[in-house]
């Protein structure tokens, strides 16, 4: 069975600062993973995914992620942080072909202080 | 605008009242999903169509039904609600299944009295 772990409920990080909100999974041959932000009383929006290729991968937002199939992780990462990323951000996989269900992760709030 | 939508976003209901929540989307999708959010579990799949007419359980299907007459309307009904549905739900879509990019609408904040 697949899996996600989130291993951080919340990440505060400083204005400006870089900030690394972690994933790590678990899943059966190559993976399909994804990262998505929900905004206060919005809906999960994407920001961006991995499937091959090159392990970074750049999404929305000045955001990136890096696949590391060693350490089976998939960590988001920003170089300079701004207030307005303050969201809960999700970390989804999905063994690539078929028609597998997407494990979600629980979610890690992430606080950008000004 | 590529959208997808959900009504109500709000809804407080009473135990054993039948209730359908509605979803629409207008990118021609063909896999459409519903998900329950609840604090500390992240998301569930409650069930997904991968076309008209073909529907199948996800994860947490029990006390939920799902319909799928068209392509862009995917209803989650609840037949008989109860208290440990309360929960905050999300309808998705995507191009080309479970392994794609999914679009989430807004969420429909449900509470079971």
């Known amino acids: 069975a697949q899996s996600v772990a989130q291993p951080e409920d919340q990440v505060n990080v400083a204005e400006g600062n870089p900030l690394t909100v972690k994933c790590t999974y678990s899943v059966s041959g190559n993976p399909y993973l994804f990262w998505y932000v929900q905004y206060p009383n919005r809906g999960l929006q994407f920001l961006l995914k991995?499937?091959?290729?090159?392990?970074l991968v750049k999404g929305s937002y000045g955001f990136e992620a890096e696949f590391n199939k060693s350490q089976t992780s998939f960590h988001l990462k920003k170089p300079s942080a701004l207030v307005s990323d303050s969201a809960l951000y999700f970390c989804?996989?999905?063994?690539?072909?078929?028609?597998?269900?997407?494990?979600f992760g629980r979610g890690t709030s992430l606080i950008v202080h000004p | 605008e590529a959208q997808v939508t959900q009504n109500p976003r709000y809804l407080i209901t009473v135990t054993g009242k039948k209730l359908t929540v509605t979803c629409s989307q207008n990118?021609?999708?063909?896999?459409m999903s519903w998900y329950r959010q609840d604090p500390g579990l992240g998301l569930r799949q409650i069930y997904y169509s991968m076309n008209v007419e073909v529907t199948d359980k996800g994860d947490v299907p029990e006390g939920y039904k799902v319909s799928r007459k068209e392509k862009r309307n995917f209803p989650l009904i609840l037949e008989s609600p109860s208290p440990n549905q309360t929960s905050l739900y999300f309808c998705?879509?995507?191009?080309?299944?479970?392994?794609?990019?999914?679009?989430f609408g807004p969420g429909t904040r449900l509470t079971v009295l």
């Open positions: 990118m021609n999708h063909e896999y």
């Open positions: 989804a996989v999905s063994p690539s072909g078929g028609s597998y269900i997407p494990t």
């Open positions: 991995y499937i091959t290729g090159d392990n």
């Open positions: 998705a879509s995507s191009l080309r299944g479970q392994s794609d990019t999914q679009y």
